[in-house]
């Protein structure tokens, strides 16, 4: 049986400490780092993404991030091709891999695969976006709830992301997309992965997350959405609507008080957080440790190599 190469997986849900472990951890093991976020891939988006700063990645080698501009489309099944690459020339240069981030469809598509399906259609997609903008979002998840009640059963009804690409693979393939996600079962294992996901109590998390929200407009978070929107980026593109971008255009567009999007900010990335938090406790692979737990990782980790 052919033995596949060794990375470490260092997941977990926004705040919990991911960045300052990896850290660490690289330093520990002379590592490099293969970023996991779906929003840390954009240029000039940096405050707003929990980017780390030249200062927090004390040299380590960090790869993925800001390699395409906020209006270039950006996916999984790219991000696969590009990590997949990036970890396999780390591994040439005898390093360990390390994959850290907390959007859990990049990672698990870097370990196993995407189901294979049709590339989007502008016309499609942007007809779909037509109907959400005249019909809202109650139409549109309606008739996905009708086509594929199993797809719509994981999807917020105003993610209007994943509502149109489901209704758009539905159109391409006359197929559910439950189905095509059932049939691959994401079995194109391409690493031997370690994963780690970071513990931490529910209230403590949220406190962080509160901070960090905080911290964010203090350090600029309006300035650089106002800078972006200067650029010529629309308000409307799938990495404007991110979450602290959305909110400080609100805010630029006097919808929001300040005080008004920092709480909608805060009460925001705690959804997300607990969301993030669902995807990773479905793998039961995922090995859960506190992140000031720092000697378990490293033990964890030289077990795992030796």
């Not at 596949?4 to 960045?19: E, H, W």
């Not at 200062?55 to 501009?69: A, S």
């Not at 106002?226 to 630029?252: C, D, F, P, W």
Request: net charge neutral; hydrophobic share 40%; aromatic share 8%.
């Amino acid at each position: 049986m052919k033995r596949l190469p060794k990375i470490v997986v260092i997941a977990g849900p926004t705040a919990s400490g991911k960045t300052s472990l990896s850290v660490e951890l690289a330093e520990v093991f002379n590592a490099e780092i293969i970023s996991a976020d779906s929003m840390q891939v954009y240029r000039w988006m940096d405050i707003g993404t929990a980017k780390p700063t030249e200062e927090e990645r004390k040299g380590i080698p960090h790869h993925l991030l800001d390699i395409v501009d906020p209006d270039e489309p950006f996916n999984a099944a790219l991000y696969r091709s590009l990590a997949h690459s990036a970890a396999m020339e780390v591994l040439d240069r005898g390093k360990l891999c390390l994959v850290v981030g907390g959007t859990g469809l990049y990672i698990k598509s870097l370990l196993q695969g995407l189901f294979e399906c049709p590339p989007a259609i502008e016309e499609i997609r942007q007809s779909l976006h037509l109907e959400w903008e005249s019909d809202g979002a109650v139409d549109l998840y309606k008739r996905l709830e009708f086509l594929d009640p199993e797809r719509a059963m994981k999807v917020h009804p105003n993610d209007r992301v994943r509502i149109v690409r489901a209704l758009e693979i539905i159109g391409l393939t006359k197929r559910r997309p439950s189905e095509l996600n059932r049939e691959h079962r994401f079995g194109e294992r391409s690493f031997d992965a370690l994963k780690f996901c970071l513990q931490v109590e529910r209230k403590r998390l949220y406190q962080r997350i509160d901070e960090r929200c905080v911290e964010m407009v203090d350090r600029g978070l309006v300035a650089e959405t106002e800078e972006l929107l200067r650029k010529g980026y629309n308000a409307n593109l799938k990495s404007m609507e991110a979450i602290g971008y959305r909110q400080a255009v609100r805010y630029l567009r006097n919808e929001y008080t300040l005080e008004q999007a920092i709480s909608n900010l805060q009460r925001d990335t705690r959804r997300y957080a607990k969301r993030q938090l669902t995807w990773f406790r479905k793998d039961p692979e995922n090995v859960w440790l506190d992140p000031g737990n720092f000697d378990a990782f490293v033990e964890g980790i030289r077990a795992f190599i030796a």
